[in-house]
């Protein structure tokens, strides 16, 4: 379709509108990565096997506070000597990363601590973040085109004018506030204290969902 062109009488502008909200998280992510090494190939694998299912039992007992549960990078390797010649191995090593996400925040602080008090066990986390489809993005949308709008009729009543009609209406981006790069905690404990450590208290971060538009309209030819 051909753009319409402005003209003396039927002039048009054009603006940007932008929406931007701080919202509380609705999803928290973790990642675990459980591990084993020795100088036995079985009984290394017999171990991560061991602590993997430790580890997702522990989540699942969590229940519907668990949105989702994955399996993701499984590594078994052998460790070669680091002197002599030939090929020889003294030991081996092995780890499974899992990823959980969390929709009730109330059970994280239990559940991370609970983990990373799991021999050999790593926690990474909690990365927050909002649901693919919250109505925080709608609501960013919605604001960005009331701002479209308002600094438009401001322009045209600057000229003593006033709009006529909408053009055209863009989508130029929206988006959601990423945290910093290795922004979560990680713990790991030695699983050797005879009491559980106590829960730790988590704080969620909100979360900057940004949207921006771009209009275009046609005004009535101002008096000039």
């Known amino acids: 379709m051909t753009q319409q062109q402005p003209t003396p009488e039927a002039p048009q502008v054009t603006v940007r509108g932008e929406g931007r909200l701080e919202v509380d998280p609705e999803l928290a992510r973790i990642g675990v990565s459980v591990r084993a090494r020795g100088t036995d190939r ?19 007992s969590y229940g519907e506070a668990v949105a989702k549960l994955e399996t993701g990078a499984l590594s078994v390797s052998p460790e070669p000597t680091r002197h002599g010649r030939g ?3 003294r030991g081996y090593q092995g780890w499974v990363h ?3 996400e969390l929709t009730d925040f109330t059970a994280l602080g239990e559940l991370v601590t609970r983990l990373a008090d799991l021999e050999w066990t790593r926690v990474d986390g909690p990365w927050w ?5 919250s109505p925080a993005y709608a609501e960013a949308r919605r604001q960005a085109v009331r701002e ?6 401001e322009y045209a009543e600057a000229l003593g004018s006033s709009l006529v009609a909408l053009l055209e ?3 130029t981006g929206i988006g959601q506030g990423a945290p910093a790069p290795m922004g979560g905690m990680r713990m790991a404990f030695a699983a050797e204290s005879v009491e559980a450590p106590a829960p730790m ?4 971060q ?3 969902v940004t949207a921006e538009v771009a209009a275009r309209f046609t005004m009535v030819p101002p008096a000039l």
Request: hydrophobic share 45%; net charge positive.
């Open 87 to 89: 090929e020889r191995v």
């Open 169 to 171: 209406l863009s989508d």
């Open 206 to 208: 909100r979360q900057t």
């Open 98 to 100: 899992l990823s959980a």
């Open 148 to 153: 479209a709008v308002r600094r438009a009729r």
């Open 201 to 204: 208290e988590l704080e969620p």
């Open 129 to 133: 973040a909002l649901r693919p489809d």
């Open 42 to 60: 079985s009984s290394v694998l017999a171990a991560l096997t061991s602590r993997n299912a430790e580890a997702i039992a522990l989540v699942k």
